[in-house]
Structure formats: structure tokens, C-alpha cells
């Protein structure tokens, strides 16, 4: 079993700046394909980024892209979120997300370990 634990969310101005961290437990975390999702009151969660295990390849949703930025820290078994120039918009509890068989899928089906979620709000 992995846990999954999220933080670095918070109340920010728009334009503002966040990091949110996603630590992973398990000796496995090297192989997994990471992921970030959101899910915005009222609404579906939805992909937001996703990152090989290797860390070689990224993948962003159109909304985010040149404003977020997906990494990892394999050694650490962390995964990271930088959140730039934020809009209103892009509050949401943001979920990390393992696939433990290292898939390349943008989708939430695919992936099978969660965290409990860390609150950002963005004011306008």
C-alpha cells in the first residue's frame, strides 16, 4: 500500500505563487507515473499534470501550460507542483495521484493511490 500525502496549498492573490509537495511512501515510487488533478466546487476533478516515472516526459492540461510546472525528486519519493501566476480559476483541491504500473494516462481511472487533497484559493 502507498499513502500519498499533499501540502503547500493556501489562500493566495491572484498572480501569486504556490508549491505543493506530495510525498510518497513505498520503495516502489520510482516506477510510478505521478500525477496532479483538481477538483473545483461543483465540478468534476480533472487532469491537471503528470510526469513519468524517469521524470523525462511531462504532460500539462491546455489551461495550465507555461503557468505550472510537474516535477519529482525520486531519491526524496516526492513529487512537486509549482503554481504560477495564478488565477481565480484555478481554485480547487488538488489531488496527487500514483499509477503504480507506470502508464502514461491523463485520465483518473488509471491511477491507484490518492492523497487526501490540499485546498488552493486563488482571490481576485
Known amino acids: 500500500q502507498v499513502q500519498l500525502v499533499e501540502s503547500g496549498g493556501g489562500l493566495v492573490q491572484a498572480g501569486g505563487s504556490l508549491r505543493l509537495s506530495c510525498a510518497a511512501s513505498?520503495?516502489?515510487?520510482?516506477?510510478?507515473?505521478m500525477g496532479w488533478f483538481r477538483q473545483a466546487p461543483g465540478k468534476e476533478r480533472e487532469f491537471v499534470a503528470a510526469?513519468?516515472?524517469?521524470?523525462?516526459?511531462?504532460r500539462y492540461v491546455d489551461s495550465v501550460k507555461g503557468r505550472f510546472t510537474i516535477s519529482r525528486d525520486n531519491a526524496k519519493n516526492t513529487v512537486y507542483l509549482h503554481l504560477n501566476s495564478l488565477i481565480p480559476e484555478d481554485t480547487a483541491v488538488y489531488y496527487c495521484a500514483a499509477d503504480r504500473w507506470g502508464r502514461w494516462s491523463f485520465t483518473d481511472g488509471a491511477y491507484d493511490y490518492w492523497g487526501q487533497g490540499t485546498q488552493v484559493t486563488v482571490s481576485s
Open positions: 510526469i513519468s516515472w524517469s521524470g523525462g516526459s511531462t
Open positions: 513505498g520503495r516502489t515510487f520510482s516506477s510510478y507515473t
